[in-house]
């Protein structure tokens, strides 16, 4: 069906009005990140708050976290504070093995969240 | 049930639900049943066994009757089945559900066209001696095109052998493309693995032979007609056969997965032995492959006693149904029951009234058989049987 895509700014969002519901995406998922709408009847994901970024906001989580243990930026753009620490400090993906290049990264992980 | 009893370990907060029910474990059945019900009529078709005759034909109908059935569990599953037909008209090829559509479509032509040609003489005979809405209704099965001259019903038969021998790689194709559905999701250890779709195929071939012969023997004593012995030691020696390849090749699978011993052995091995320890041993292999097969040696070696053997062949296929149905279950819900953490489990309740439950499961799982029913009333599949018979008297 191809109901996600990935935005211009590279976000991966679901289209609801053209997801059928099969769930097989929740099944790849290796990172337990996607699940079932119950109400939209479609599968649903974090959408990086893309209704707060696009208006230059911070997603809701990372401006709530009481010890900024999340930051979120621009790839993008090389002199962002993301970029920076992507480049300097010690930093993880989970599941690398997979090919998945996630744009998740973890700094000082010395192995997968458990 | 307290969440507690359901969850062991640690699972990624997403996972709590087990995302597909007893309806996804119903549709490999059922796909695989028309495969191996279309593999078995070609084996007269194709490769000439002229001793499985008797059902070649009602095979194909079987095989009918299961696959207009076959897309159902999954329409009722989706969240959205009114766009259903769009996953059809808008594909998105890196996704292999997108390819459902078209194979299945593809291949329903394909068994429709076979039927229609083994069919063909009897429609014409039944639209030119018939009257009122039944000659309407066979004169347009017949496409209203009237000529069964030796040359025509000549040409038939070449075409539809032409036709089955397609029909043979597009039912492994069928089959093991829902194979695949499962073996290219690397992020579950117990499905990702290149031997799904052939492990797939050949549990198919043996679960629509044994149902076959299962069918077979209702329909004769329905009829109060004498079972063809030699038809039906026939299909369970083939059916021998694909239990040895079906079983070297699920324990091909269990035991590299152990050798190897990867990381994900841990959570595997809890899996079989804890989650889905009975169905795994118990139902799939022992009583769905180990007793069947000692069954089907034994038939092997008993002289005469055709009704002995006819008991144990039942028995069998019964018990080989119950282990492929089995052994979808272990595939399915199994999958789903490892976490994605890999350190966690997590258990499926199935829900009676529901609309992924067991209720429309059953309902569903009729259906093939009332549509088989009434399909072998348009087109009776055992004409030729008769008329033998007759002679004979």
Known sequence: MGATYTTKDGVVLVDYDYCIGCRYCI?????????????????????????????????????????????????LDKNSEVNKIIDEERINLLKPDLGTKPKVFYIGLDREVK | MMLEN?????????????????????????????????IASSLYHVFGKNEIKPVARFALLTALSFLLVAMLPLLVHLGHPERGIEIMFTPHLTSAMSGFGYIFSFYLIIVVLEI??????????????????????YSSLALFSFDISEKALH???KFARKLAIIGIPSAAFLHGYVGFIFGGIKANPWWSTPLMPIIFLMSAIVS?????????????????????????QSLAHYLWIFLI????????????????SREDIDIINRLLSDKIGFTFWGVQLTLGILIPFILLLMVNFIKKRDTLKMIMISISCIFVVIGVFAMRWNVVIGGQEISKSLVGTLTYVPVFFSREGVLPA?????LPFIILRVVTAILPPWKDMEEETQKLD
């Open chain 1, 27 to 75: 099944q790849g998922c290796p990172y337990g990140a996607r699940y079932f709408n119950t109400e939209k009847g479609t599968a649903d994901k974090c959408t990086w708050c893309y209704h707060r970024i696009t208006k230059g906001l911070l997603p809701a989580c990372v401006q709530a976290c009481p010890t900024g243990a999340r930051k979120f930026g621009d790839m």
């Open chain 2, 6 to 38: 359901l969850v062991w370990g640690y699972v990624y907060p997403n996972e709590s639900e087990i995302q597909w029910s007893i309806l996804i474990v119903l549709y490999p059945y059922i796909t695989g049943l028309v495969a191996g019900a279309f």
């Open chain 2, 116 to 137: 229609w040609l083994s069919f063909r003489e009897d429609i014409v005979k039944k639209a030119l001696s018939s009257h009122g809405w039944k000659e309407l209704l």
């Open chain 2, 155 to 157: 040409d038939d038969e």
């Open chain 2, 208 to 232: 629509g032979i044994a149902l076959l012969i299962l069918l077979y023997i209702v329909a004769m004593k329905i009829r109060k007609h004498a079972i063809d012995h030699k038809c039906l």
């Open chain 2, 245 to 260: 390849l079906d079983v070297t090749l699920e324990l091909l699978e269990i035991i590299s997965m152990k050798y190897a």
């Open chain 2, 362 to 366: 059953i309902i569903i799982f009729m």
